[in-house]
């Protein structure tokens, strides 16, 4: 079985000891930075496949995040003292995967680690169809790569995976709690913020005018589809 790599990223030594201390029991490969300067040259150099990192690693979380998605599509969960809904909207708008306010209980740290694992293995434990188009885009599942207009869109895990979902079930719509449940999990049922928000990352990467998103759709207050005006291919 593949160990995973996560990078752990906290200015306080006792709190990268707690995470790591519970991380290795479970066979995972733990890299500790205790800033995002340090951060930034692991994700370089290690190519971790986990980032776990607190929002204020001696200077902006945010601006680190965007550093790191600037580099590699390598998942990230955000950690914050304050459970602030409008900050962990911004964390979540800037490429992170998962939010966790602190104190935070061990068992539900390991939860979205699980969870961010079974997200990157999914896609290679489903046998789906050979590839989707739609007018500019297409969808190779089995390589995980996705083309609009012939160039490469890098997608994070848990983006190609609510992409493939949709894709797989083009011109249907599909609720709230469906995606939730196919993409995050049944934990995540109330989090309909995660999905808008994921929703939104996606349309900016896919279509160049955000105001005009020519592949996912919104049905009001039921869910998504994705839909597009050019014949649909699935193969």
């Known amino acids: 079985m593949r160990q995973y790599r996560i990078l752990v990223v906290d200015s306080d030594p006792a709190i990268r000891r707690f995470i790591r201390t519970n991380l290795e029991p479970l066979d995972y490969i733990t890299l500790m930075a205790m800033d995002g ?19 204020w690693t001696g200077k902006d979380g945010l601006a680190v995040l965007n550093n790191i998605r600037a580099i590699s599509p390598v998942p990230v969960i955000m950690l914050n003292a304050r459970d602030d809904e409008m900050f962990k909207i911004r964390c979540l708008n800037s490429g992170a995967d998962d ?43 089995q390589e995980r790569r996705v083309m609009v207009a012939d160039h490469e869109v890098r997608l994070t895990p848990t983006e190609y995976n609510l992409l493939q979902e949709l894709a797989l079930n083009a011109e249907k719509v599909l609720t709230h709690a469906i995606l939730l449940n196919k993409v995050w999990g049944p934990e995540y049922a109330q989090e309909r913020e995660y ?25 009001p207050w039921i869910g998504y589809k994705l839909s597009n005006s050019l014949p649909h291919n699935l193969s």
Request: aromatic share 8%; with cysteine; hydrophobic share 45%.
């Open 195 to 219: 999905l808008r928000v994921f929703v939104g990352r996606l349309r900016r990467k896919l279509a160049p005018d955000p105001h005009k998103p020519n592949y996912i759709v919104t049905v």
């Open 99 to 141: 939010y966790l306010p602190k104190p935070f209980i061990m068992e539900e740290l390991m939860a979205r680690v699980r969870n961010i694992f079974r997200r990157v293995e999914l896609p290679n434990t489903i046998a789906v169809r050979s590839s989707f188009s739609c007018g500019d885009l297409e969808i190779k599942f």
């Open 37 to 55: 300067n340090e951060a930034l040259k692991l994700v370089e150099k290690e190519k971790p496949d986990l980032i776990i990192m607190d929002a």
